[in-house]
């Protein structure tokens, strides 16, 4: 799968979560102190990625993922 | 110029008495740390203004939420964390660039979680060095400010506590809540509270010197886990003691921690890190708690009533058994009872019943109503040999418990001398306990704890003014060539280092070193031993002998030339057997001490407080008694005395029983001159003297054996 294309469905999964603009969603927000995230909305984040890419990942690294970015790279290594 | 205190106590400023706050990673959910810390600053009424940083929120209990710190338009005095650590950095660097120069940062997950957590606290202290920002915690509770001029609550405590003359610093955040609730039961109000968590950039140094000059705190109260720079905080101690006059009482946690760095010596293992604090905590003036009850016990005594001017009291009691038992608590804490005038006997003899006591302890009997109280208090105040007065209270069915404590109270303003509060019970004197409280009167469950209390305050006040010790400056001290006798000795990279040696060395800086010599033929002992004079001992000196008594080594009261010759042979046999492997350099030969007291002296370095030395009886009593003392180098004489006083062998050197009293100067001077070679000679990790020969008064002391143990590298 295309970079491009995990960006655009990482954006929408954030969005959808974190009921946040998309608009205010840019490639290196951070979900805690850009978008606001507490701790039990990072775990919804990691499921809300396993179900939109039916991929499975390692609870431990997920969790440590604190930027858009970081996000597409770390899904682009399960699909 | 502005010295870097005067920098550090400007930077501390905003930090207590901010004009505007911005809470940094806030949020709306109740019960949550983010939230809570808005919520207390609002509850408190904090009289500034109050700004809330949240990323998702556009306004949080009716004030404007701003997505980040730097959207603010105004300038904010003080900035409070409360985002996860993983983003903290983040948030600290926008406090720099926005131009805050004090945060306080409450999150967790820091230097207490381990490495990663380390790692993150270092990034946080670069960030405040970069912006030159001055930091609070992470990893703790907050900071209170009563000042009602400012009215800041920066934490997640329940309520803001009462306003007060008492500070409270504190390592752990949790005590924090515990102390707070405490203290609110019991009317204790604060002028500052501080929990400082991992103390990354303030720590409770920087919060002493403040804390100085702060006129709301009368007292300072500090819980600690840690004592990082020991000398620092034996430093700023002192220097608050002496130029406020305000008492530092510390619970210093981990007590029973002693023993870890145990060393093979006889010293070292004896030099436990708590005993070394308790001795560095006395030398500072600062008064070590052993927990919180205690602490505030002697807290409302220093911060509620003015100091006694003696230690001598008058107790008023209702009920005989309770006047006895504060009567042994009051000489057991080493107070006197006052004696009174005969005016004050006459007042007591008119106005109390024939069966009352008119003598101290005053019973003013059990159906005693508040009247006689009053009488008897106001007599014990006029008296001129009372310094303090203690009032014992049993609650009996006659007994106007409320009305007594009232009238104290109102007896008690504007007077010079101070009276404590003992209303024995639970139930029925909980009401007249509160009342007293609130009128801050210091009352206590027990009367030992008032004995105890009072006490503390008369010895804190008592030797507040000569507590300004200078260092004399020692003479006969060639320093360059002890420090060509040491770069001799390290330039063969030993680290223990046996008797001869560290004599020499000690010599150079004029402590007592007995005659003798380096013999390396039976011949050349003798000669040595014609020479110093008959009785002689025989030492074998090598390398890999440490204790030599154990090798058989050690020979002593040889009176000839032929008992030297014999000695020579049985102790080159008995270490041949012992330690076959053994290189013996030589014999040393020294003249033979009768007639002393053994005491043993030592330095040891201690990871917080630095070079330390000890003082102890020697022979059993070191192990059996463990009567030693220890003091932080350097020493003045007064010090070094006083290390000597706090121990039992104090009795014994200065005469007693028909022993003669022995020369407790040549000790002091020895203590000195020891502090200062530990001093000058950082690469000293312990020293021994084991035994010091005390000679009678005037005739000085005699070093009986010594060795020490150098670090590799300096």
Not at chain 1, 53 to 79: C, G, H, P, R
Not at chain 2, 453 to 459: F, L, N, P, T
Not at chain 2, 480 to 495: I, P
Not at chain 2, 631 to 637: E, T
Request: glycine share 8%.
């Amino acid at each position: 799968m295309e970079k491009t294309e995990i960006l655009t469905r990482v954006k929408e999964v954030v969005s959808s979560v974190l009921k946040v603009d998309s608009s205010e969603i840019t490639d290196d927000s951070n979900f805690i102190f850009d978008l606001g995230a507490d701790s039990m909305q990072s775990i919804e984040l990691v499921a809300g990625f396993e179900e939109e890419f039916d991929i499975e990942m390692d609870q431990d690294k997920a969790l440590e993922i604190q930027t858009i970015d970081d996000a597409v790279n770390f899904i682009s290594e399960y699909v | 110029m502005k010295n870097l205190l005067q920098l550090r106590q400007k930077n501390l400023g905003p930090l207590f008495h901010p004009k505007s706050v911005a809470i940094i990673g806030t949020n709306r959910v109740k019960g949550t740390v983010p939230h809570d810390i808005l919520e207390s600053i609002l509850k408190a009424e904090f009289n500034g203004i109050v700004y809330a940083v949240s990323p998702r929120e556009k306004s949080i209990k009716g004030i404007k939420a701003y997505k980040y710190v730097i959207d603010v338009p105004d300038d904010i005095d003080l900035a409070i964390l409360v985002f996860p650590s993983s983003v903290c950095h983040m948030a600290l660097e926008q406090c720099g660039q926005k131009g805050i120069k004090s945060v306080i940062i409450i999150s967790a997950g820091f230097r207490e979680v381990g490495e990663a957590g380390l790692e993150k606290e270092k990034q946080l202290i670069d960030i405040a060095r970069k912006y030159d920002m001055s930091l609070i915690g992470p990893n703790c509770l907050g900071v209170i400010n009563t000042d009602p001029e400012t009215n800041l609550n920066a934490s997640f405590a329940r309520e803001m506590p009462e306003r007060g003359s008492i500070a409270f610093l504190s390592q752990s955040g949790a005590l924090c809540t515990a102390v707070l609730d405490y203290a609110r039961a019991k009317h204790i109000g604060f002028s500052k509270f501080i929990s400082f968590g991992n103390k990354a950039d303030i720590s409770e140094i920087d919060l002493l010197y403040y804390l100085m000059d702060d006129d709301e705190t009368k007292v300072i109260l500090m819980y600690l886990e840690e004592v990082s720079d020991g000398v620092g905080l034996m430093k700023a101690a002192q220097e608050v003691i002496e130029k406020s006059g305000k008492p530092i009482l510390i619970i210093k946690s981990g007590r029973t921690n002693e023993g870890a760095s145990a060393a093979a010596s006889h010293t070292g293992s004896l030099t436990g890190k708590d005993e070394i604090c308790d001795a560095a905590f006395k030398q500072a003036g600062i008064i070590r708690c052993d927990h919180i009850e205690e602490m505030f016990n002697k807290a409302i005594a220093f911060a509620y009533q003015p100091p006694p001017e003696s230690q001598k009291v008058a107790i008023i009691t209702n009920a005989g058994g309770p006047g006895v038992l504060t009567t042994d608590a009051a000489i057991s804490s080493g107070l006197k009872l006052a004696k009174f005038s005969e005016e004050t006997t006459q007042i007591l003899k008119k106005a109390l019943p024939a069966t009352a006591n008119i003598n101290n302890p005053v019973d003013v009997i059990g159906d005693a109503r508040s009247d006689r109280y009053v009488t008897a208090i106001k007599a014990a105040f006029d008296d001129p040999d009372v310094a303090g007065v203690f009032v014992i209270l049993t609650p009996q069915s006659m007994t106007d418990i409320d009305t007594i404590a009232t009238d104290i109270a109102s007896i008690a303003e504007g007077e010079t001398k101070p009276i404590y509060t003992s209303f024995m019970g639970e139930k029925d004197v909980a009401s007249g306990i509160d009342l007293l409280q609130k009128h801050k009167i210091p009352h206590y469950s027990l009367p030992e704890s008032m004995c105890t209390s009072y006490a503390a305050v008369y010895h804190f006040h008592k030797h507040l003014q000569p507590k300004v010790h200078r260092l004399a400056a020692l003479e006969n001290i060639e320093g360059e060539l002890a420090r060509k006798l040491m770069d001799k000795v390290h330039s063969n990279g030993r680290s223990y280092i046996p008797e001869v040696e560290t004599i020499e060395l000690m010599q150079t800086y004029g402590l007592p070193v007995p005659s003798g010599k380096l013999a390396t033929t039976p011949d050349e002992a003798v000669n040595i031993a014609e020479e110093i004079g008959y009785p002689v001992v025989l030492k074998v000196v090598s390398n890999d002998i440490i204790h030599k008594s154990e090798a058989k080594g050690v020979e002593l009261n040889l009176g000839s030339a032929k008992e030297v010759k014999d000695a020579w042979e049985r102790i080159h046999s008995n270490v041949k057997l012992a330690m076959p492997d053994a290189f013996i350099a030589g014999l040393y030969v020294i003249r033979m001490i009768t007639g002393s007291e053994e005491i043993i002296l030592g330095i040891k370095r201690d990871p917080s407080f630095g070079p330390v030395v000890m003082f102890g009886l020697g022979g059993i009593f070191v192990e059996i008694f463990r009567d030693v003392s220890f003091g932080v180098a350097p020493l003045s004489r007064e010090e070094a005395l006083h290390m000597i006083e706090q121990t039992r062998a104090f009795k014994i050197l200065k005469g007693t029983r028909g022993r003669n009293p022995r020369d407790l100067d040549s000790i002091v001077d020895a203590i000195m001159r020891l502090g200062q070679l530990a001093v000058d000679f950082p690469e000293i990790d312990e020293l021994d003297i084991n035994p010091l020969f005390v000679l009678d008064e005037g005739k000085g002391s005699i070093i009986g054996d010594a060795r020490m143990i150098l670090t590799k590298t300096v």
